[in-house]
């Protein structure tokens, strides 16, 4: 769907990320994990347009393009939820889906398209919320941050991009949340999941990337890499090798 190619951004005297290629495919979820100051945040600046990184370029349908501004990223396809989702605790869910980009029917506001999408997406998603005119105060963390996918996905992007979803949410709502990711990618986006926690990369994921001091230091099938490799790839440390069994060939 998209790719970053030789992306290289610098905060003074330190590299934040140093020539990272990424590559995103329709119905994927790709994890993006690393240590802290690996480069993830600076990461997701980039895609989101937030930040414009001291070299390389977005390759969108063989064109070259270089991401300036979030407007030009969403113009692209590219929607990202951050990790304080952003949301207006007083409003209700269809106000905080259409905030900034409401419909309106001869000159006043639709209430009742906006309402009716509002229902539709959060259906698509599989949310449980007692009502979309329910004030987002009243909302479970999970409840939130489906509310602030659905919001990012009212644009019909490419990818969606997420910065920790899960954090700090307790079991029931970080399974929400994954079920969630699950149906986006199914629905035919690329999800770029930025995490810490290993166990939700693993319970969705289908390809790993690693960031290392703001390099690449590995891309891996979910499927096939072992945690070991993927942690050993994370912390720049060799994962022990298996004792052999007596016996056993060299």
């Not at 996905?153 to 949410?169: K, Q």
């Not at 390809?207 to 720049?236: C, H, M, P």
């Not at 004792?243 to 060939?249: K, N």
Request: aromatic fraction near 2%.
């Amino acid at each position: 769907m998209l790719s970053l190619r030789g992306v290289s951004h610098s905060f003074g005297a330190v590299r934040a990320l140093v020539d990272v290629d990424l590559d995103v495919h329709p119905r994927e979820v790709v994890a993006v994990v690393g240590d802290n100051g690996a480069g993830k945040s600076t990461l997701v600046g980039v895609m989101a347009g937030t930040i414009v990184p001291d070299a390389g370029e977005l390759v969108v349908d063989g064109q070259e393009l270089g991401l300036t501004s979030p407007g030009l990223a969403r113009q692209l396809g590219i929607a990202t939820v951050f990790q304080d989702l952003a949301l207006c605790d007083d409003l209700d869910v269809v106000e905080n889906l259409y905030l900034g980009q409401e419909l309106r029917r001869g000159g006043v506001l639709d209430e009742v398209a906006m309402e009716r999408e509002a229902w539709r997406v959060m259906s698509r998603l599989g949310a449980r919320v007692p009502s979309v005119r329910a004030p987002v105060a009243t909302l479970s963390g999970g409840q939130r941050q489906t509310v602030a996918i659905a919001r990012a996905l009212l644009g019909v992007p490419r990818v969606l991009v997420l910065d920790e979803p899960t954090a700090a949410l307790g079991v029931t709502q970080t399974a929400e949340v994954l079920t969630t990711i699950e149906r986006v990618r199914d629905s035919g986006h690329g999800v770029v999941l930025v995490s810490h926690n290993m166990a939700d990369v693993q319970a969705v994921a289908d390809r790993v990337v690693v960031l290392r001091r703001g390099r690449l230091n590995g891309d891996f099938d979910a499927e096939r890499a072992s945690y070991e490799d993927i942690i050993a790839a994370i912390t720049g440390v060799s994962p022990p090798r298996r004792r052999r069994a007596p016996g056993e060939d060299a």
